[in-house]
C-alpha cells in the first residue's frame, strides 16, 4: 500500500514545491459568537505523520473538518496538492475524495457490511467496475486485518472492528493524506489497542496522517510533529521528545502533566 | 359483482400508495433541502390533507375543482388524484423522520469520501431510510386502504358501494356487511403480514441476528 | 396480565387496524342497528358514536401500551423496593409518566377521530358535512366556496390542539428523557 501511494503521489505534475500535500493558511472558523479554530496555519508534508491534541473543545475536530473541507472554513485557505480548494467553483467532492476521514464515532453505513461500506465510494466516486471494486475493497480489509468480517453488518462488529473497517473505508480511496479524528477516543479502553496497532501499521508504510489523539505513547513512537491547540490556536508544536521533556509553554506543560498522569493510572 | 368492487378497492389502494411514495419522497425532499418558501408551501399543502377528512377531499376534486378549472374528472380519475396526495402528505412525514435520523452523520462520512450530495441521498440517506420507514408504511396502507371506502360518497363503484346495494336490495345488512368487512380485514391482514415479512428480510442486521 | 386477556386485546386491535370505519359505521347502524333491531343502534349518532369509540379504543391501547412499554419494570421496581404497594407504583410512578409519552400520539388520534366522524353524515347524521351539503343544495350553490370552508372547518378544529399537544408531549419527553417502547 506505502508503495502504491508514492506512485500515485509521483504522477505528472513534476515536483510539488517540498512535496506537501495539505497546508493551511490563516485558517479561521467561527460559529455565531464562538471562535473555535483561530488563525491556524500548519502544512503536511508527503509521509509526515502529525499529531493534534489538546483539551476538549479546543477546536481539533473543526480544524480537521475545515481541513478535509466537511466544514467550510470562515476565513482562511486550504491547499490540496497546491490546489487551493476554498476558492469558488473547486470540485469539492474530488478534492474529499482524495482526502480520507476516519471519524471520532465511526459512522460506517448503517445498511451496508463492512465490504460494502468500503465499495460504495471506489464505485460511485472512482467509478470502478464491480469486481475491481471489490477487490481493492478486501485489500483494504487485509490491510486493517478485517478481511474475515467482510460480510458482516456495523451493527454486528464490535467498536474497534467498526473503526478498523472505517480507516479501511478511508485507506481504499488511496487517498494523498488520511486525517483521523479521534479515533480511539469513543471505544472502550480494551478496544483502542487494536486501532491504535492497526494506525502503527500504516505509519510504518509511511502513509501521511493527521491524527487527532491523546493516546500519548503512540504519539511519541509515530509522530514527526506535535501540535498542541488550545482555545482554537495552536499553542505550541514541535517534536515529541520536546513535549515529553520540556514543553516551553505554561499550558503546555500542565496538559502533558495531567495526560501522562492518566495514562500511568490505566 | 363483489369482485369487480374489490378489485377497484384494491387498485385505489396500491396506486395511491406507490404515487404516495414518489410524490412523498419528493416533498421530503423538497421541505428539508428545499429552502423555506418550499417548505412552507409544503407545510399547506401537508396540514390540509391531514387536516381535513377524506370525504371532503372527494368532495372538492369531484365538485369544486372542475369547475374552477372548467375541466371534467370522473369518479375513478378523483379517487386515484386524493388518495395519492392524501397518501403522499402522510408519507412525507414518515420519509422525512426517517431521512432526519438517517441524515446528519451518514451524510457528513459520505461527503468524507468524496460522493456529491445527491449521490449521498440516493446511496446513503435514502435507501436506510426507506428501511426504517416500512413499519410506518404498514400504517399508511392499512389507513389508505380503509380510506378509500369513503370513495363511493362519489359514486364510485369500490368494495363498499357494491355492498351497500347488496344490503339494500337484500335487506340483509347484517350479514351483507359483516362479509364486506370481512373482506377488507383479510386483503389488508395479509398485505401487512407480507410488508412484515419484507422488512424482516432486509432490515439492516445486528448483533442479535449473528448471535 | 393473563394470556387469554392479551389474545383478546391483540385480535380486538387488529380487526379494528382491518375494517375501514365506514364498513363499520354502515355496519352497526344498518347491521346491527336496523337489520338486527338493537334499539340504541337504530339512532344514527349513537350508532356512529359507538362505532368511532370501538375503533378509537383499538388506536388508543396501541398508543398506552407502548408508552407503559416505554417507561418498563425498572420504574415500577424501583417503586417498589421503596416499599410502594402495586397500586400506588402504578397510580403514582407509571400513569403519571404514561400520560405523558401518550400525549402526542393522543393529539394526533384526537384529530383523526375529528376527521373520521365527517363518514357519520353518510347515515345521515346532521354533522359539518352535512350542513355544507345543504347550504349548496338550497338555493343551488356553487361547490367551491362551502366546501373549503367545510375543510377549513375541520383543520381548525384538529390543527391547533393537535399541534399543541404533540409540541407540549414531545417537550416533556425530550426533558424527562421518557420514550416510547416497542409495540
Known amino acids: ?266 | 359483482m363483489i369482485l369487480t368492487g374489490f378489485l377497484k378497492t384494491v387498485q385505489l389502494t396500491f396506486f395511491g400508495l406507490i404515487m404516495g411514495l414518489i410524490l412523498g419522497i419528493l416533498l421530503a425532499i423538497g421541505d428539508l433541502y428545499g429552502g423555506k418558501i418550499i417548505s412552507t408551501i409544503i407545510k399547506f399543502y401537508v396540514e390540509f390533507f391531514r387536516g381535513s377528512p377524506i370525504i371532503i377531499q372527494l368532495f372538492i376534486f369531484y365538485f369544486s375543482v372542475p369547475i374552477m378549472l372548467n375541466i371534467r374528472l370522473g369518479s375513478t380519475i378523483v379517487g386515484f388524484i386524493v388518495f395519492a396526495l392524501n397518501s403522499a402528505a402522510y408519507q412525507k412525514g414518515y420519509i422525512k423522520g426517517a431521512m432526519e435520523s438517517v441524515y446528519k452523520d451518514q451524510m457528513t462520512a459520505a461527503l468524507s469520501l468524496g460522493l456529491s450530495k445527491v449521490q449521498a441521498i440516493m446511496y446513503v440517506v435514502l435507501p436506510q431510510a426507506m428501511r426504517i420507514m416500512i413499519p410506518g408504511w404498514s400504517n399508511e396502507f392499512s389507513s389508505l386502504g380503509k380510506s378509500t371506502a369513503a370513495i363511493l360518497i362519489i359514486g364510485e363503484r369500490d368494495l363498499t358501494a357494491i355492498g351497500r346495494t347488496i344490503a339494500f336490495r337484500t335487506f340483509r345488512f347484517l350479514e351483507t356487511y359483516a362479509f364486506i368487512a370481512l373482506i377488507y380485514f383479510i386483503f389488508i391482514s395479509i398485505v401487512l403480514k407480507i410488508l412484515d415479512i419484507i422488512y424482516e428480510k432486509i432490515k439492516i442486521p445486528t448483533i442479535e441476528i449473528s448471535a | 396480565m393473563g394470556k387469554q386477556y392479551q389474545i383478546i386485546v391483540d385480535v380486538y386491535e387488529k380487526i379494528f387496524r382491518g375494517i375501514p370505519e365506514l364498513v363499520l359505521i354502515l355496519f352497526i347502524y344498518f347491521g346491527v342497528g336496523l337489520g338486527l333491531g338493537f334499539p340504541p343502534f337504530k339512532h344514527a349518532f349513537t350508532a356512529a358514536t359507538f362505532a368511532l369509540g370501538l375503533r378509537s379504543g383499538a388506536h388508543q391501547s396501541q398508543i398506552f401500551r407502548g408508552a407503559i412499554r416505554g417507561i418498563g419494570e425498572e420504574q415500577m421496581m424501583a417503586a417498589r423496593s421503596l416499599g410502594l404497594s402495586r397500586l400506588q407504583a402504578i397510580f403514582r410512578v407509571m400513569v403519571p409518566q404514561t400520560f405523558i409519552i401518550a400525549t402526542p400520539g393522543l393529539g394526533s388520534e384526537y384529530s383523526l377521530l375529528v376527521k373520521d366522524s365527517s363518514y357519520a353524515f353518510i347515515i345521515g347524521v346532521p354533522d359539518i358535512m352535512f350542513w355544507t351539503n345543504r347550504v349548496i343544495a338550497t338555493p343551488p350553490l356553487d361547490p367551491v366556496f362551502p366546501y373549503f370552508a367545510a375543510a377549513f372547518l375541520y383543520i381548525l378544529l384538529t390543527f391547533p390542539l393537535a399541534t399543541y399537544l404533540d409540541m407540549w408531549g414531545s417537550r416533556k419527553k425530550k426533558q424527562l428523557g421518557l420514550q416510547e417502547g416497542e409495540g
Open chain 1, 1 to 266: 500500500m506505502g508503495e502504491q501511494k508514492k506512485e500515485a503521489v509521483g504522477t505528472p505534475g513534476g515536483r510539488r514545491i517540498a512535496d506537501i500535500i495539505l497546508e493551511c493558511r490563516n485558517l479561521w472558523k467561527i460559529y455565531g459568537k464562538i471562535v473555535a479554530v483561530k488563525d491556524v496555519s500548519l502544512e503536511v508534508k508527503e509521509g509526515d505523520i502529525k499529531l493534534i491534541f489538546g483539551p476538549s473543545g479546543s477546536g481539533k475536530s473543526t480544524l480537521a473538518r475545515c481541513l478535509a473541507m466537511l466544514t467550510t472554513p470562515t476565513k482562511g485557505d486550504v491547499f490540496l496538492m497546491g490546489e487551493c480548494l476554498t476558492k469558488p467553483g473547486v470540485d469539492l467532492n474530488k478534492a474529499r475524495a482524495k482526502i480520507g476521514f476516519v471519524f471520532q464515532h465511526i459512522w460506517l453505513f448503517h445498511h451496508l457490511s463492512a465490504l460494502g461500506n468500503i465499495e460504495l465510494g471506489l464505485r460511485r466516486v472512482l467509478k470502478l467496475p464491480k469486481n475491481e471494486a471489490r477487490e481493492q475493497a478486501i485489500q483494504a480489509l487485509k490491510e486493517v486485518k478485517m478481511e474475515e468480517w467482510a460480510n458482516h453488518f456495523p451493527a454486528q462488529l464490535s467498536g474497534g472492528q467498526q473503526q478498523r473497517v472505517g480507516i479501511a473505508r478511508a485507506l481504499a480511496m488511496s487517498p494523498e493524506i488520511i486525517i483521523l479524528d479521534e479515533p480511539t477516543s469513543a471505544l472502550d479502553p480494551e478496544l483502542t489497542g487494536e486501532v491504535i496497532d492497526t494506525l502503527r501499521d500504516l505509519a510504518k508504510k509511511g502513509t501521511t496522517m493527521l491524527v487527532i489523539s491523546h493516546e500519548m505513547p503512540f504519539a511519541r513512537e509515530v509522530a514527526d510533529e506535535m501540535i498542541f491547540l488550545d482555545e482554537g490556536m495552536i499553542v505550541e508544536r514541535g517534536q515529541p521528545e520536546l513535549f515529553f521533556t520540556k514543553p516551553s509553554s505554561e499550558r503546555a506543560r500542565r496538559f502533558m502533566a495531567r495526560l501522562i498522569k492518566l495514562t500511568r493510572r490505566e
